[in-house]
């Protein structure tokens, strides 16, 4: 890494604006019980602080009480002291004037007083409790009004269909009769979803909304953007985008591509992965649930010719090849050449498709066109069924309330059943239609909150730099690298050169334990989002192929040493008066400076971030760091086009930007096709260069597209990494995703495609963080019986806040509820433990992320669980209703749960600063000059 570096930051970004202003829950508040409990509060202790002291006054007299006349005496005394000292009512014997007059004046006087605010304590006990039930009812209406807006119910019915038609039973009821249809479950469900919906800003349905933001000269907008605005109950609706969901439709088309009246019309392709060594043809082979495998044939003189002449006759359909092949048959066997190339398909040396891009706007659409010149009875009766989806997706779209959406859902979901049941697709094992996610939504703002921000000053832009240099040093998969690249020399020698299925069949053999690179994960799994990973998923890839040799773990003691020293650097940073730990810059950078030849500056990074006010300036607060290269723009340009077709694609000058940055020193950024059964990839195509990947179809242009086979593996011993090369271009790769699903969930040869040579597409700040920031989060057998929180101050460089203050709360901490405690005195008792370890009112919570029995269990080391308990969830302690959520995460917690402040809140929210929606911006972070 250079010495120095600047950075800049796209002109555009995206803006993700929750669907409830955040002051929306604060209805739900139990303010009145509160401020009776805090009165509760203050009496404890001054009954705590007096009792101890009035105990230590008793024992003293009970000391001087001696003979048999005195022993009954001195019996009730010290049953008092014990009364006292634990807070409780004394029984009246314990009061008695003859026994007090045993007592010197002063302390006797101490006493009645002490009872006297003991009975104070018990009237308003019971004057709270009296009110926590009249104020419970209260804050049910209020969730009742709340579960009723209209916005809520469409995004409610797509996130679960069943907490939807049980949220409306409960609404159509009378008030008096709504109790009836109230349960916990109901209760709780609908106070997750509410508060997803104003303090999340994760897009789904009408949930979070989308819109484009552009900077703006910096005094043009600061006055709109710092101005309190007006609390809205709703804001602007938005438009909405409705997709099918891909696995369906490529689920239809697959096995539409099946029909013999349908394939003749298919376009056929050699398969790009396709690579010819030693009379062996070797190729990923890919099946209908996308699980990939490594498949060898012999290069038969037969095999060799097909192959020959798919490759000359680009485009060519099917038909049109069975036509060819016919002709050169002197005995004319077309039936058994049609089962010839049908194998050939099967095995997947051939690729068939309908040419349809799989980016491409209105798939089913062109579905439908490329249907309609096949004069066959069964399959314009499947098109009139697909049309009649296509219709029912438009109605979807523009229908304005819930209860119609919901009957278009169900209208949605028989169609669907009758058309899979036609391609025969239920008739397959384990095949049926998901519960949810038919479709997704997707609802985008012309204007929102945040989309003219003044440019970020300059010394933000020098903080993100080292941001950027941080995100270098602890990227995850940088020790991963550097172990590949040591087994790499190993094997073939230093500065070799091999083809790259060649060396991925090689690790592939050489290790089971290659785990994420090569693991399989079924196409229908990302049906099922809440699918966790195993604890080997997680763990850095290619661990197993790093052993005992020379410059690399030499190069790797390097990284670790620098890790290691900026760890200490930034323990080393005593907080502030306020309580927050501001990192030295120049210490940071003079740091960064010595990083080894293997670290990389990041070229492009996508900052998920909020504002927030610091000290009469604007704060940034970082969420997460990926990778950039406009996939967020990309996807959200995408969703524009569907509803503008006309949209202009700005996205080509991304383009020419990532081919700009290729040199004789910088790799060629380069994309890699596919959708992969989910929407998150779906986006604008820019007509960059693409690697071609097996069984994705690409609007892009031939000469653009680089297959598999044209791709090269070299080690490079200067910086101790593995280049992937491309023969045609004669340039080094640097492999990117552009899609918006987590790598993990990619299939095999993509992941390490990315992994081993490509930009770390996912996340960097948890590994920042728990490399960095977050040690001492780790269980040990030494802080398993510890019961008091481990507090982390909030961490900040300048104006980045790179983290919130957090928590550490083990499990013998936490305020567990008992069997059959009431719904005040559990309310009672968090407000006491919050009050006992000073913890904020609003936070966010999580599991553990080191938890073992989330993450795959006990004795596979640490891991990060990508379950569900890994996302944090949004807690009011205020709120009664939140306490359900609190006990949900403490019982699946075994290591006991994270909390993290809730920054910025509700006040200093940008924009507005009061009563504004919660808004994430994704900013894009470019290198200059590294």
Same mark, same amino acid.
């Given at each position: 890494?250079?010495?120095?570096?600047?950075?800049?930051?796209?002109?555009?970004?995206?803006?993700?604006?929750?669907?409830?202003?955040?002051?929306?829950?604060? &209805?739900?508040?139990?303010?009145?019980?509160?401020? +009776?409990?805090?009165?509760?509060?203050?009496?404890?202790?001054?009954?705590?602080?007096?009792?101890?002291?009035?105990?230590?006054?008793?024992?003293?007299?009970?000391?001087?009480?001696?003979?048999?006349?005195?022993?009954?005496?001195?019996?009730?005394?010290?049953?008092?002291?014990?009364?006292i000292?634990?807070?409780?009512?004394?029984?009246?014997?314990?009061?008695?004037?003859?026994?007090?007059?045993?007592?010197?004046?002063?302390?006797?006087?101490?006493?009645?007083?002490?009872?006297?605010?003991?009975?104070?304590?018990?009237?308003?006990?019971?004057e709270?409790?009296?009110?926590?039930?009249a104020?419970?009812e209260e804050?049910?209406?209020?969730?009742?009004?709340?579960?009723?807006?209209?916005?809520?119910?469409?995004?409610?019915?797509?996130?679960?269909?069943?907490?939807?038609?049980?949220?409306?039973?409960?609404?159509?009821?009378?008030?008096?009769?709504?109790?009836?249809?109230?349960?916990?479950k109901?209760?709780?469900?609908?106070?997750n979803?509410?508060?997803?919906m104003?303090?999340?800003?994760?897009?789904?349905?009408? *949930?979070?909304?989308?819109?484009?933001?552009?900077?703006?000269?910096?005094?043009?907008?600061?006055?709109?953007?710092?101005? &309190?605005?007006?609390?809205?109950?709703?804001?602007?609706?938005?438009?909405?985008?409705?997709?099918?969901?891909?696995?369906?439709?490529?689920?239809?088309?697959?096995?539409?591509?099946?029909?013999?009246? %349908?394939?003749?019309?298919?376009?056929v392709?050699?398969?790009?992965s396709?690579?010819?060594?030693?009379?062996?043809?070797?190729?990923?082979?890919? /099946?209908d649930?996308?699980?990939?495998?490594?498949?060898?044939?012999?290069a038969?003189?037969?095999?060799?010719?097909?192959?020959?002449?798919?490759?000359?006759?680009?485009?060519?359909?099917?038909?049109?090849?069975?036509?060819?092949?016919s002709?050169?048959?002197?005995?004319?066997r077309?039936?058994?050449?049609?089962?010839?190339? /049908?194998?050939?398909?099967?095995?997947?040396?051939?690729?068939?498709?309908?040419?349809i891009?799989?980016?491409?706007?209105?798939?089913?659409?062109?579905?439908?066109?490329?249907?309609?010149?096949?004069?066959?009875v069964? %399959?314009?009766?499947?098109?009139?069924?697909?049309?009649?989806?296509?219709?029912? +997706?438009?109605?979807?779209?523009?229908?304005?309330?819930?209860?119609?959406?919901?009957?278009?859902?169900?209208?949605?979901?028989?169609?669907?059943?009758?058309?899979?049941?036609?391609?025969?697709l239920?008739?397959?094992?384990?095949?049926?239609?998901?519960?949810?996610?038919?479709?997704?939504?997707?609802?985008?703002?012309?204007?929102?909150?945040?989309?003219?921000?003044?440019?970020?000053?300059?010394?933000?832009?020098?903080?993100?730099?080292?941001?950027?240099?941080?995100?270098?040093?602890?990227?995850?998969?940088?020790?991963?690298?550097?172990? !590949?690249?040591?087994?790499?020399?190993?094997?073939?020698?230093?500065?070799?050169?091999?083809?790259?299925l060649?060396?991925?069949?090689?690790?592939?053999?050489?290790?089971?334990?290659?785990?994420?690179?090569?693991?399989?994960?079924?196409?229908?799994?990302?049906?099922?989002?809440?699918?966790?990973?195993?604890?080997?998923?997680?763990?850095?890839?290619f661990?197993?192929?790093?052993?005992?040799?020379?410059?690399?773990?030499?190069?790797?003691?390097?990284v670790?040493?620098?890790?290691?020293?900026?760890?200490?650097? %930034?323990? /080393?940073?005593?907080?502030?008066?306020?309580?927050?730990? *501001?990192?030295?810059?120049?210490?940071?950078?003079?740091?960064?400076?010595?990083? &080894?030849?293997?670290?990389?500056?990041?070229?492009?990074?996508?900052?998920?971030?909020?504002?927030?006010?610091?000290?009469?300036?604007?704060?940034?607060?970082?969420?997460?760091?990926?990778?950039?290269?406009?996939?967020?723009?990309?996807?959200?340009?995408?969703?524009?086009?569907?509803?503008?077709?006309?949209?202009?694609h700005s996205?080509?000058?991304?383009?020419?930007?990532?081919?700009?940055?290729?040199?004789?020193?910088?790799?060629?950024?380069?994309?890699?096709?596919?959708?992969?059964?989910?929407?998150?990839? !779906?986006?604008?195509?820019?007509?960059?260069?693409?690697?071609?990947?097996?069984?994705?179809?690409?609007?892009?242009?031939?000469?653009?597209?680089?297959?598999?086979?044209?791709? !090269?593996?070299?080690?490079?011993?200067?910086?101790?990494?593995?280049?992937?090369?491309?023969?045609r271009?004669?340039?080094k790769?640097?492999?990117?995703?552009?899609?918006?699903?987590? /790598?993990?969930?990619?299939?095999?040869?993509?992941?390490?495609?990315?992994?081993?040579?490509?930009?770390?597409?996912?996340?960097?700040?948890?590994?920042?963080?728990?490399?960095?920031?977050?040690?001492?989060?780790?269980?040990?057998?030494?802080?398993?019986?510890?019961?008091?929180?481990?507090?982390?101050?909030?961490t900040?460089?300048?104006?980045?806040c790179?983290?919130?203050?957090?928590?550490?709360? &083990?499990?013998?901490? !936490?305020?567990?509820?008992?069997?059959?405690?009431?719904?005040?005195?559990? *309310?009672?008792?968090?407000?006491?433990?919050?009050?006992?370890?000073?913890?904020?009112?609003?936070?966010?919570?999580?599991?553990?992320?080191?938890?073992?029995?989330?993450?795959?269990?006990?004795?596979?080391?640490?891991?990060?669980?990508?379950?569900?308990?890994?996302?944090?969830?949004?807690?009011?302690?205020?709120?009664? *209703?939140?306490?359900?959520?609190?006990?949900?995460?403490?019982?699946?917690?075994?290591?006991?749960?994270?909390?993290?402040?809730?920054?910025?809140?509700?006040?200093?929210?940008?924009?507005?600063?009061?009563?504004?929606?919660?808004?994430?911006?994704?900013?894009?972070?470019?290198?200059?000059?590294?």
């Amino acid at each position: 890494m250079k010495e120095q570096h600047t950075c800049s930051v796209a002109a555009e970004y995206v803006v993700r604006v929750a669907g409830l202003p955040l002051t929306a829950l604060a &209805p739900l508040r139990f303010e009145r019980s509160l401020k +009776l409990i805090r009165d509760l509060l203050i009496l404890e202790e001054r009954l705590s602080s007096s009792g101890t002291r009035l105990s230590e006054q008793l024992h003293a007299v009970i000391g001087t009480l001696a003979g048999a006349e005195l022993r009954r005496p001195r019996q009730l005394l010290i049953e008092l002291r014990r009364a006292i000292f634990q807070g409780r009512q004394p029984a009246p014997v314990q009061l008695a004037p003859d026994l007090l007059a045993l007592l010197p004046a002063e302390l006797k006087a101490a006493i009645m007083r002490w009872q006297e605010v003991l009975q104070q304590h018990a009237a308003l006990l019971a004057e709270a409790r009296r009110l926590f039930a009249a104020e419970l009812e209260e804050r049910r209406a209020a969730l009742r009004a709340l579960a009723g807006q209209e916005r809520f119910l469409q995004g409610l019915l797509l996130a679960s269909p069943s907490l939807y038609l049980d949220c409306c039973r409960w609404l159509a009821a009378a008030p008096a009769e709504a109790g009836r249809y109230l349960d916990r479950k109901l209760e709780d469900g609908l106070l997750n979803y509410l508060t997803r919906m104003a303090a999340k800003t994760s897009p789904y349905s009408t *949930f979070t909304a989308l819109a484009r933001g552009r900077f703006v000269p910096a005094q043009a907008q600061w006055e709109e953007v710092t101005a &309190p605005v007006a609390v809205q109950d709703e804001p602007e609706r938005g438009r909405s985008v409705i997709e099918l969901n891909m696995l369906l439709v490529h689920h239809i088309a697959r096995a539409l591509a099946r029909w013999p009246a %349908v394939r003749p019309y298919l376009s056929v392709s050699v398969n790009p992965s396709l690579v010819s060594d030693a009379g062996l043809l070797r190729f990923i082979s890919r /099946d209908d649930l996308g699980r990939e495998s490594l498949a060898t044939v012999r290069a038969t003189a037969a095999l060799q010719t097909v192959l020959r002449l798919v490759e000359r006759r680009q485009p060519l359909t099917y038909g049109e090849l069975l036509e060819a092949l016919s002709a050169l048959d002197p005995q004319e066997r077309r039936q058994e050449l049609a089962g010839f190339l /049908d194998q050939l398909i099967a095995r997947g040396l051939l690729q068939l498709d309908f040419a349809i891009p799989e980016q491409a706007h209105n798939y089913l659409l062109r579905l439908c066109e490329m249907l309609a010149p096949i004069d066959q009875v069964q %399959v314009q009766a499947l098109r009139a069924r697909l049309l009649e989806l296509l219709e029912a +997706l438009a109605a979807y779209e523009r229908a304005a309330r819930a209860h119609q959406r919901y009957a278009l859902l169900q209208q949605l979901r028989a169609l669907l059943e009758r058309l899979l049941a036609e391609l025969g697709l239920s008739e397959q094992p384990g095949f049926a239609l998901p519960t949810k996610n038919l479709i997704y939504e997707n609802t985008l703002l012309e204007e929102a909150p945040g989309s003219s921000l003044p440019a970020l000053e300059s010394d933000l832009l020098a903080d993100l730099a080292l941001v950027q240099g941080l995100a270098g040093l602890f990227d995850p998969l940088l020790t991963g690298r550097l172990a !590949l690249t040591a087994w790499f020399s190993r094997r073939y020698g230093e500065g070799a050169t091999v083809d790259l299925l060649t060396f991925y069949a090689d690790c592939f053999r050489e290790s089971q334990q290659l785990g994420p690179a090569v693991r399989n994960i079924p196409a229908e799994a990302l049906l099922i989002p809440s699918t966790a990973l195993s604890t080997a998923q997680v763990r850095p890839p290619f661990s197993a192929l790093f052993a005992g040799s020379t410059c690399e773990q030499e190069e790797l003691s390097r990284v670790m040493a620098l890790r290691q020293e900026v760890a200490r650097f %930034v323990a /080393d940073q005593s907080p502030d008066s306020a309580g927050v730990r *501001f990192l030295d810059r120049q210490r940071l950078r003079a740091l960064l400076e010595h990083c &080894p030849a293997s670290v990389k500056l990041p070229p492009s990074l996508a900052l998920y971030c909020q504002l927030y006010w610091q000290d009469g300036q604007r704060g940034l607060v970082l969420n997460s760091i990926q990778s950039g290269f406009g996939r967020s723009l990309r996807r959200l340009s995408y969703l524009e086009a569907h509803l503008a077709p006309s949209f202009p694609h700005s996205e080509h000058a991304e383009v020419d930007r990532r081919e700009a940055l290729a040199s004789a020193e910088e790799p060629l950024p380069i994309a890699i096709q596919g959708v992969f059964g989910s929407n998150l990839n !779906l986006r604008l195509p820019d007509g960059g260069y693409e690697i071609a990947y097996p069984g994705c179809p690409s609007s892009g242009r031939r000469e653009r597209l680089l297959p598999l086979s044209d791709l !090269l593996v070299q080690h490079d011993p200067a910086s101790q990494r593995l280049l992937l090369l491309s023969r045609r271009l004669n340039c080094k790769l640097l492999p990117i995703h552009l899609g918006l699903m987590s /790598d993990y969930w990619l299939p095999p040869l993509y992941r390490f495609l990315l992994w081993a040579f490509g930009e770390t597409p996912g996340e960097r700040l948890w590994s920042l963080r728990l490399l960095l920031l977050d040690q001492p989060l780790m269980p040990d057998h030494q802080g398993a019986g510890e019961r008091q929180p481990r507090y982390r101050p909030r961490t900040c460089l300048g104006r980045i806040c790179l983290e919130r203050a957090h928590w550490h709360l &083990p499990p013998t901490c !936490l305020p567990a509820r008992q069997t059959g405690e009431t719904h005040f005195d559990y *309310f009672l008792k968090v407000q006491r433990w919050r009050t006992q370890y000073q913890l904020p009112a609003r936070c966010f919570l999580r599991v553990n992320p080191f938890d073992f029995q989330a993450a795959g269990g006990p004795g596979e080391g640490p891991a990060y669980s990508l379950g569900k308990e890994r996302k944090p969830v949004y807690i009011d302690f205020e709120s009664y *209703f939140s306490l359900s959520l609190f006990e949900h995460l403490i019982a699946k917690g075994s290591f006991g749960l994270l909390l993290e402040e809730a920054l910025p809140g509700e006040t200093d929210l940008l924009p507005a600063r009061e009563g504004g929606s919660v808004c994430e911006y994704v900013f894009e972070v470019n290198s200059e000059g590294a």
